[in-house]
């Protein structure tokens, strides 16, 4: 029944080739992770609610019992204790304890997050622009284009009208096209005011910021296309300046760098008609 449910659901994607990691309605969690990264943060925001979850029924409990027990009716001559140093001693050690187990974690990840584990294949340049992208491939023979907003009237010359996976607010002209499974070093900056780079399912998020260069990296697991958001108030269209990685196969991606060369608009097109031929292939084989 559930594989049924699963099925159906993957259908609207599987129709037009692609799967979209992108915000749900009333969504209340994280996305589901594309990158190692992503799937450490998933498992230490579950560890440290094991943490948050006691200490705050633990306060409750002890608000609870402090209000009800010792209310004036309850308990007209208060105690005039002022030190117990078993207690002092407990409240103290206790929390330098949790906050060890919690410290401890966190600072491994954000090692991590700075650290990729191989030096990276590909290194991009993401430029924030009030109100748009920009990015360059540093590659021997370089390559640049702008990626800005998909707008409603270009949805059928460019091929994007399944609002599914190319949704209002989200979707770009010119995705930022990546290989699989590959170390990918991403330099932001910004030629304005300040902007930020960011990609929920890979657990990236870095300032971008003029006349500076922060470095993230992300090694995508699956094969999709990604959505992210500016996510530093920069003006007016802030909320019109989304980020779109499409992750492929390396094959796919050596053609499609090949052609973006000489037109991105035009490998773009053949790019998403690869991906969909493959996806109708797959689907029948199964
Ligand atoms: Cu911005």
């Not at 294949?121 to 540093?138: C, P």
Request: proline share 6%.
């Amino acid at each position: 029944m559930k594989n049924i449910a699963v099925g159906l659901a993957t259908l609207p994607f599987l129709a037009t080739g692609a799967v979209a990691a992108q915000p749900e309605p009333w969504q209340y969690r994280f996305q589901p992770a594309a990158t190692g990264i992503m799937h450490e943060i998933t498992w230490f925001e579950i560890y440290t609610l094991w943490f948050i979850v006691p200490i705050t029924i633990l306060v409750m409990l002890l608000l609870g019992w402090c209000v009800l027990r010792f209310r004036a009716s309850a308990n007209p001559t208060p105690s005039r204790t002022s030190h117990n140093t078993a207690i002092e001693v407990l409240w103290t050690v206790g929390p330098v304890i949790i906050l060890l187990f919690l410290a401890v974690p966190s600072f491994q990840l954000l090692t991590a997050q700075y650290t990729p584990k191989e030096e990276p294949a590909l290194t991009i340049k993401a430029t924030g622009v009030q109100w748009y992208w920009d990015y360059e491939y540093q590659l021997e023979e370089p390559l640049s284009f702008t990626s800005l907003i998909l707008h409603e009237e270009d949805r059928p010359g460019s091929g994007k009208e399944d609002k599914a996976v190319y949704p209002r607010l989200l979707a770009v002209d010119n995705e930022v096209v990546v290989p699989v499974d590959t170390t990918v070093r991403v330099l932001v900056t910004a030629s304005d005011v300040i902007h930020a780079f960011a990609m929920p399912s890979f657990g990236v998020k870095v300032d971008a910021v003029p006349g500076r260069i922060n470095e993230t990296w992300f090694k995508a697991e699956k094969e999709g296309l990604y959505y992210g958001q500016c996510s530093e108030l920069c003006g007016k269209d802030h909320a019109f300046m989304p980020i779109a990685i499409r992750v492929v196969a390396k094959d796919q991606y050596d053609t499609w760098i090949a052609a973006a060369r000489e037109d991105v608009g035009g490998a773009n097109k053949a790019l998403m008609a690869a991906i969909e031929a493959n996806t109708k292939v797959a689907a029948a084989g199964n």
